[in-house]
């Protein structure tokens, strides 16, 4: 998550000192354009930077924006919340996929390993749809029974070295590669929050002291 507080400078505090129903209004009036601040940089999170681009499903990111996202888990984890009067934060914190959405949010490397299994099950090749969503999920997968009943999915290692699973070729139904199981995936985060930051420091800056001014009634504060 990255965390906003507003802190006023001596000239406004001694500004304040001089009207007595300054504290309250301005308490509100930040308090309004700071939700109206978090609310931006969430939407500019979602919007430009995790659903703009056009990359294919399954490509590496390496850390690249926009991300192209297209999983509603990923996108419904983004929120903003007020943790106190004057300060707030956007990200990630709750939700199926807020662990991987940290990742990716955040700057560098994070090491992503199974919790509880021994494999990671990355969905590939006939498991992804065209928006790279996953058709099938492992314990659908493993459901999935022949006309004697026997389990159609089977593990195995590749020719190089990686282990898949695959759906048996079974009559009248092709076979399907569906997932790449992984002892640990590393993924490169974006910086998203940063950048998001950064490109919406304007409106954030100018929301603020225009926050501060309604409250002093046009005065000089700074």
């Not at 399954?58 to 983004?78: E, Y």
């Not at 501060?212 to 700074?222: H, I, P």
């Amino acid at each position: 998550m990255a965390v906003i507080r507003l802190n006023l400078t001596p000239s406004s505090e001694q500004r304040l000192t001089q009207l007595v129903e300054s504290p309250a209004r301005l308490a509100a009036e930040l308090r309004q354009a700071l939700v109206e601040v978090l609310v931006g940089l969430e939407n500019y999170v979602k919007v430009e930077l995790l659903r703009g681009g056009n990359r294919a499903p399954g490509s590496r990111r390496d850390g690249q924006l926009p991300l192209a996202v297209r999983s509603g888990s990923l996108l419904g984890s983004i929120s903003h919340e007020l943790s106190g009067p004057l300060s707030g934060s956007y990200g990630s914190t709750e939700g199926p996929a807020s662990a991987y959405a940290r990742a990716l949010l955040d700057a560098g490397e994070t090491v992503i390993r199974p919790v509880n299994a021994n494999h990671l099950w990355q969905p590939i090749a006939d498991n992804l749809t065209r928006s790279g969503q996953a058709r099938m999920s492992p314990s659908e997968a493993f459901e999935q029974l022949g006309p004697k009943g026997g389990r159609l999915l089977q593990i195995f290692r590749s020719a190089r070295g990686n282990l898949v699973a695959v759906l048996r070729k079974v009559k009248g139904r092709a076979g399907k590669l569906l997932f790449l199981l992984r002892e640990q995936s590393i993924v490169k985060g974006t910086d998203a929050l940063r950048v998001a930051y950064d490109r919406r420091e304007g409106f954030t800056v100018e929301r603020i002291q225009r926050g501060v001014t309604n409250a002093l009634g046009g005065g000089g504060a700074s």
